[in-house]
């Protein structure tokens, strides 16, 4: 049997491996406390919040109605979009485009963020790629191709090194995004420690946000429920239950 093509220091573990994810816990718990104490009460706008719920609820019509009656349907539907009394049709919002050169607060919120999430990562990684340059620290249990050596060596140019061996540089981003466990168990779910939650949010948005316009918002989906027609997916259930053999 052949032996490891690499034997660490046992060192490294003490001196690299750990002072790496013990920094990078702290900074994460310091980023949470400081994102506290930096953020302000957001005002709630009460016609957005309920414009959202409008459109949440005419979703859920359109994806579940199927499992309510006919009639039931008709009548959230009829709610929805009649010609003259639905919802989406007399209903119109004023649009008021946010332009962040006139509104204060909103460059306060970017450079907030920019402080407590990009400029930690920007510096803390500097230094350890610094102090722990050109360290291996682990092996990842499953082998890979030559496509991750970019991803999990970085600092580290040997050709010859197997691409399942980690880098200290990359060890550390590996901890950035792989310890959302731990900060959930200690911060609880809502936290700021997280950086993946961070980003995502970012992206993608929250869930429950309103469309910059309503209005076309309101007309998407009233398209959308027009075209909906009721299938009753419950029609015959008694029937089809007793039919069968129910045997426990």
Known sequence: MAGPELLLDSSIRLWVVLPIVFIT???????????????????????????????????????NGKYIPKQSFAMRKH??????????KKVKRKVVPKNPMTDP????????????????????????????????????????????????????????????????????????FGLRSMYSLILGQDNAADQSRIMQDQMTGAAMAMPP????????????????EHK???ENVEEELMSRDLNF
Do not use: C
Not at 79 to 88: D, I, K, L, R, V
Not at 140 to 165: C, H, N, Y
Not at 215 to 227: D, G, P
């Open 105 to 176: 607060s909103m460059l306060t919120d970017m450079m907030k963020g920019n402080l407590t999430n990009v400029l930690p990562m920007i510096l803390i990684g500097g230094w350890i790629n610094w102090a722990f340059s050109g360290f291996v620290t682990t092996k990842v249990p499953f082998p890979l191709t030559l496509r991750f050596k970019p991803m999990l060596q970085r600092g580290i140019e040997l050709l010859s090194l197997d691409a399942s061996w980690v880098s200290s540089a990359s060890w550390y981003f590996l901890n950035v």
């Open 213 to 228: 316009d309503p209005n076309k918002a309101f007309k998407s989906e009233w398209e959308a429920l027009e075209i909906v």
């Open 79 to 88: 709610y929805f979009n009649n010609a003259e009394t639905g919802f989406f």
């Open 232 to 234: 009753w997916a419950l």
């Open 25 to 63: 816990f702290i900074v994460g718990v310091l980023r949470h406390y400081v994102t506290q104490l930096l953020q302000n009460d957001k005002k709630v706008d009460l016609e957005q919040v309920s414009d959202s719920q409008v459109l949440l609820r005419s979703r859920i019509l359109r994806e």
